[in-house]
């Protein structure tokens, strides 16, 4: 998965986040290269669909809850790197909505699905759920809650108030983080990135496959 989702508010506005997509689209490119089928379920992104990949594109996080739990279904690997609105406005308005002249102006947001957890919660055997963890304080403690919560192999956390790291760069600094330890990663490009996550998380499938 890749991008951000977007949640309405009115017919004209709508919550979202900083993600370009450029994470998850070199996930799918570097699957690609190697010979994997990929599916591609990305939120808005300014973006093209990488060559040869089959591509879904969704709104918001509901969007990609419906999209991905059965496509995960089929999947080997499944490698979460979208940055799904943790919210929705709780009453999407139907028509656009007036300035308030001087009033404070409150939205009620209500909690979206977690669509790594329900992922997670169907995990088949021999399967490898590989998740991302954004980050801006205590990456190791948060990264390791989220690695159990959503029942992943691994956990890809960045620090995304790094420079170099995080959204809507080219590159990235990233652990790879389960109950085994921690890797510190150097900065790398997306796509560099991209190749060590899937050398990874194939070593993980093979080892499941010989058990
Ligand atoms: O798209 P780029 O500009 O290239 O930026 C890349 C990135 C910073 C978005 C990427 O590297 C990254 O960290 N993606 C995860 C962003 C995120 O939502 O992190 P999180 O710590 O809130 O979520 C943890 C995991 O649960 C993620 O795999 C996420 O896809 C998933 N999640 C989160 C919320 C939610 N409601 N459902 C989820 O499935």
């Known amino acids: 998965t890749a991008g951000p989702t977007r949640e ?40 093209e669909a990488p060559a040869g990949v089959e591509m879904v594109r969704v709104e918001s996080t509901k969007d990609l ?47 979206n699905p977690d669509v790594a957890k329900a992922v997670g919660e169907n995990k088949r055997e021999n399967q490898v759920l590989v998740g991302f963890a954004a980050e801006t304080q205590a990456v190791r403690a948060n990264a390791t809650r989220k690695l159990d919560k959503k029942h992943l192999d691994f956990i890809v956390a960045n620090d995304v108030t790094k420079p170099g790291a995080g959204f809507d760069v080219d590159t990235n600094i990233a652990a790879f983080l389960d109950h085994d330890g921690i890797e510190e990663l150097p900065l790398m490009t997306k796509d560099a990135l991209a190749h ?16």
Do not use: H
């Not at 997509?21 to 699957?31: L, Q, W």
């Not at 690609?32 to 300014?46: D, E, F, H, K, N």
């Open 65 to 111: 809850l419906d999209a991905l739990l059965p496509a995960a279904e089929q999947a080997d690997i499944v490698v979460q790197a979208a940055a799904p609105a943790d919210y929705r406005v709780a009453e999407v308005a139907p028509q656009k909505i007036k300035k308030q002249d001087g009033e404070p102006f409150v939205l009620t947001l209500t909690e």
């Open 8 to 47: 309405p508010i009115d017919p004209v506005r709508y919550i979202t986040n900083k993600s370009s997509g450029k994470m998850g689209y070199a996930i799918a490119r570097a699957a690609q290269l190697r010979g994997a089928r990929v599916l591609l379920i990305s939120g808005p992104t300014a973006l």
């Open 196 to 211: 060590r996550i899937l050398d990874r998380a194939l070593a993980v499938l093979r080892a499941k496959q010989a058990r």
